[in-house]
């Protein structure tokens, strides 16, 4: 039986929450803008490739490690990968798998020969399961990935990856080009490196990666309850230029406060409204970085 991959990850799946609570998974915003791209390369008969310009806690990297776990435990032979920038970040990735292989109903748990801090098997000792694997790695690595042959692979916070360019080399030649191959590449803006000149190269249509972003106002849960809200002229100008609400505004000011040092630089770099803004506040400019977002903001909007 086939199961529709959002049908089997919200109905099956489960999280952990911001609040350490166990639940089921259910798509937000932003999670189901990336399904229903993914969905449309997939109907079209298409490798699905994409790569992601996001700000933080969006659920992107869940959504990836949902569907990758789908693709291996439902399938025979499908060999998954999980690559981060650091060893907690890796983990963290791949404890996600393992939570889910923990609250899968039993009827639909796979035979397991192996789960552990590097991988799960799907498969028994005398080779009679799945035979699929996720495995979970580290970029700056000895080789990484060239020794294997992928069907899915997650690439996370390439931005923060040492020698991305060599690494990611080896790692895409890892997965054919067919239709039943996915290659999801994320990543929060870190200035003018090699994850942006793989991101232009999506947008100028000079690979086959189509580009995701998704500005922090599109998360539903970014909104706090305000009374009369006294806006400044930047706070109106966003609220103009992207429709935003005075809920909206007043979580934007929260941030900035408690989570950004005060230091709204900081903001647009974490938190951006458009991708120029990612990359602008993140790298080195000599130029004044507020009037140049502004001007893009204006092309691209009006």
Not at 178 to 187: A, D, G, Y
Not at 195 to 222: H, I, Q, S
Not at 276 to 290: H, T
Request: aromatic residues 10%.
């Amino acid at each position: 039986m086939i199961i529709n991959t959002k049908k089997y990850i919200e109905e099956f799946l489960k999280i952990k929450t911001k609040d350490s609570e166990i639940i089921p998974f259910k798509l937000n915003k932003p999670q189901l803008k990336l399904y229903d791209l993914l969905k449309r390369q997939s109907e079209a008969g298409k490798p699905q490739r994409v790569i992601i310009l996001k700000a933080r806690q969006m659920g992107f990297s869940t959504l990836t490690e949902a569907i990758l776990f789908k693709r291996t435990a439902t399938k025979a032979n499908v060999n998954s990968g999980i690559i981060a920038h650091k060893d907690d970040a890796t983990t963290n990735l791949f404890n996600m798998s393992k939570l889910f292989l923990e609250e899968l109903p039993e009827q639909l748990k796979p035979k397991t020969k192996a789960s552990n801090a590097k991988e799960i098997i799907f498969d028994d000792r005398d080779g009679n399961g799945l035979r699929s694997k996720v495995k979970c790695m580290t970029a700056g690595g000895d080789g990484i990935g060239r020794s294997d042959t992928f069907q899915n692979l997650h690439l996370s916070e390439v931005s923060s990856w040492t020698h991305a360019k060599e690494i990611l080399d080896g790692l895409l030649q890892a997965v054919p080009n067919k239709p039943n191959t996915l290659i999801i590449i994320e990543s929060t803006a870190k200035g003018y490196d090699y994850f942006k000149e793989l991101w232009d190269k999506a947008c100028d249509g000079e690979n086959d990666f189509e580009p995701l972003f998704c500005a922090w106002w599109e998360l539903d849960e970014y909104r706090l309850p305000c009374g009369e809200l006294e806006l400044t002229e930047e706070e109106q100008e966003l609220k103009a230029l992207y429709n935003l609400d005075n809920e909206q505004i007043a979580w934007r000011r929260w941030c900035i406060r408690n989570n950004c040092g005060n230091d709204v630089n900081t903001f647009k770099q974490e938190y951006p409204s458009c991708p120029e803004e990612a990359f602008l506040a993140s790298g080195e400019c000599i130029f004044d970085k507020d009037i140049i977002v502004s001007q893009i903001g204006f092309h691209i909007f009006f």
